[in-house]
């Protein structure tokens, strides 16, 4: 069984470019979560994903953007890449059931190394 | 409001040594708690969970934390360090449809 995945793994980009990311869940889950990781910190929410839908949002600008697909894999995408968007990108995949039960446990991909030169 | 505050941005122990990571929360909901690690360059890996079934919860490599309500605390324990433990260590709460991550606990385990 395939956990969380993620691609690319590392990324450089630079100043005022586009970048799309992609996370598939673990199998069996719904729910896919985008989080921010700059050096040194704690994962920051960005935004959660359910039935193709953006459910919940960070406090992240709309240069952020994300899509679902109907096999539950998701997209970030990042405009107008800025220096200070260079961090690590993780995704986490949960099930929405579970979540209603209090039962939720978020399962995290390696991440993608995004650099903006 | 909902957060997640851990205590001790470093912790450095020898290895064979009690390991205690704290962290405190605080939210309008039951939440449910979680303590993951981080090893460098590595994605995050679940030691733990809470969600109300027992204080007392067992997770992977010999951690284990205890939910007090009373004091709002979730702190992470284990008997004995490894040097393996070495890495960066998060509280999570996730109550409402919202996770929030503690700044992070480092782990220094000295020889």
């Known amino acids: 069984d395939a ?10 980009k630079t100043r ?5 990311l992609r996370c598939s869940p673990k199998s069996g889950h719904d729910t896919v979560s985008w989080y921010q990781q700059a050096l040194g910190q704690g994962p920051q929410f960005i935004f ?6 953006e459910r919940q949002r960070g406090n992240f600008p709309d240069r952020f953007s994300g ?3 109907p096999n539950y894999s998701s997209e970030l995408n990042v405009n107008a890449l800025l220096l200070g968007d ?4 993780l995704c986490a995949s949960s099930s929405r059931r579970e979540l209603l039960l209090s039962t ?9 190394r995004l650099t903006v030169l | 409001a909902q957060s997640v505050t851990q205590l001790d941005s470093h912790v450095s122990v020898s290895e064979g040594t009690p390991v205690l990571l704290r962290c405190n929360y605080s939210s309008s909901y039951s939440p449910s708690l979680f303590w993951y690690v981080q090893h460098p360059n590595k994605g995050l890996q679940l ?3 809470y969600t109300s079934a027992a204080t007392l919860v067992k997770g992977i490599n010999g951690f284990e934390a205890e939910f007090k309500k009373s004091e ?3 702190h992470l324990t284990k008997p004995s360090a490894h040097m393996s433990d070495a890495a960066e260590y998060f509280c999570v709460s996730l109550g409402g449809f919202k996770t929030i991550f503690g700044a992070g606990t480092r782990l220094f385990v000295k020889a």
């Open chain 1, 3 to 12: 956990g969380v995945t993620q691609s690319p793994t590392h990324l450089i």
């Open chain 1, 16 to 20: 005022g470019q586009q970048v799309t």
């Open chain 1, 48 to 53: 959660q994903y359910y039935e193709e839908e």
């Open chain 1, 67 to 69: 899509h679902q697909f």
């Open chain 1, 86 to 89: 260079s961090a690590l990108y």
């Open chain 1, 104 to 112: 939720d446990t978020q399962y995290f991909g390696p991440g993608t």
């Open chain 2, 47 to 49: 030691l733990l969970k």
């Open chain 2, 72 to 74: 709002t605390s979730f």
